[in-house]
């Protein structure tokens, strides 16, 4: 399972990609919405992991809009400390809010997986 993963602290993002990686994920990481949506494009990714507050004109919750213009069923795992806006219910997304432990994302993930076959 090839994941995206947006996140602009380099010491999350590096710790985070670090256990995907050691589950046997395939981890592509962006470190802002700019970025993450070049990726979205070429619709390299089966899951996509995004802080929702990011640096830059784009939010997570625009990356995951417009790569579901690509990729309408891709499942989304929105991660934040703190989010203005209220989450928006979207089929196949989770929520974790900040901090986390890696642990969690990869709890997500086969949870996501179990939903996607089930469906």
């Known amino acids: 399972m090839r994941i995206l993963l947006v996140e602009d602290d380099p010491l999350v993002r590096e ?3 670090e256990a995907l990686r050691e589950e046997g994920y395939d981890v592509i990481h ?8 070049a990726w979205c494009k070429r619709r390299v990714a089966d899951v996509l992991i995004t802080d929702i507050r990011l640096p830059g004109q784009v939010d997570g919750w625009q990356i995951a809009e417009r790569c579901r213009e690509h990729d309408p069923g891709l499942p989304v795992i929105y991660a934040t400390g703190f989010s ?10 989770l929520f974790l809010q900040k901090p986390f432990h890696p ?3 990869i709890e ?4 996501l997986s179990k939903q996607r076959r089930s469906s």
Do not use: D, F, M
Request: glycine fraction near 8%.
């Open 30 to 37: 962006a470190s802002n919405g700019e970025e993450a949506l």
């Open 108 to 111: 997500a993930l086969k949870s």
């Open 84 to 93: 203005p806006v209220q989450p928006r219910p979207v089929p196949g997304s």
């Open 103 to 105: 642990l969690e994302i």
């Open 15 to 17: 710790l985070v990609v």
